[in-house]
T-cell receptor, first 116, second 112 residues
């Protein structure tokens, strides 16, 4: 069981370039999340999805877009990268159902993104 | 909104016991999580508390007092591999469902 898989692991972009981060989970989880982690800031939620075809904004959504066309995949896009988006990005998923609504998160291994 | 406080750094000796505190302020408390994150790796789940009291899981225990807005993670018989960041995360029930907010983490260094 692979769990949550993120690609790529590292990426360097120039300001203004675009890219897409891919997150895939094989646990049939409904909920998926994209976080960024910066020193001294903790994990901050960018966007999330509560099921296939749904997306919603988190705490810091500006400059990012997401799509959840298939239940197992959650894509994070940067249309025009900025140096402020230099960060470590984590994807996560959880099982949550109608009767169990506070399940633990399973995280991917992270993507180190540098924007020059 | 939520305000979560935990110490930035702690140092402890191998074989000892260490307690990492987390205080929070929230209007719709719905549970508290502890995650462990080794350098360069993903966070992994350690414990979950939603009712007052102590939850024990091997060398790790987590305590919650909802009235005080306080939790702690207790690590016993410390090992070098316990050197990691420990993240406190508070779940809050909102109109849109559960909202999870992470603290900035406590970096624990275990020394010989």
């Amino acid at each position: 069981n692979a769990g949550v898989t993120q690609t790529p692991k590292f990426r360097v972009l120039k300001t203004g370039q675009s890219m897409t981060l891919l997150c895939a989970q094989d646990m049939n989880h409904e909920y998926m999340y994209w976080y960024r982690q910066d020193p001294g800031m903790g994990l901050r939620l960018i966007h999330y999805s509560v099921g296939e075809g749904t997306t919603a904004k988190g705490e810091v959504p500006d400059g990012y877009n997401v799509s959840r066309l298939k239940k197992q995949n959650f894509l994070l896009g940067l249309e025009s990268a900025a140096p402020s988006q230099t960060s470590v990005y984590f994807c996560a998923s959880k099982r949550d159902t109608i009767t169990t609504t506070n399940e633990k998160l399973f995280f991917g291994s992270g993507t180190q993104l540098s924007v020059l | 909104g939520q305000n979560i406080d935990q110490p930035t750094e702690m140092t402890a000796t191998e074989g000892a016991i260490v307690q990492i505190n987390c205080t929070y302020q929230t209007s719709g408390f719905n549970g508290l999580f502890w995650y462990q994150q080794h350098a360069g790796e993903a966070p992994t789940f350690l414990s979950y508390n939603v009712l007052d009291g102590l939850e024990e899981k091997g060398r790790f225990s987590s305590f919650l007092s909802r009235s005080k807005g306080y939790s702690y993670l207790l690590l016993k018989e410390l090992q070098m591999k316990d050197s990691a960041s420990y993240l406190c995360a508070v779940s809050e029930l909102t109109g849109g469902g559960n909202k999870l907010t992470f603290g900035t983490g406590t970096q624990l260094k275990v020394e010989l």
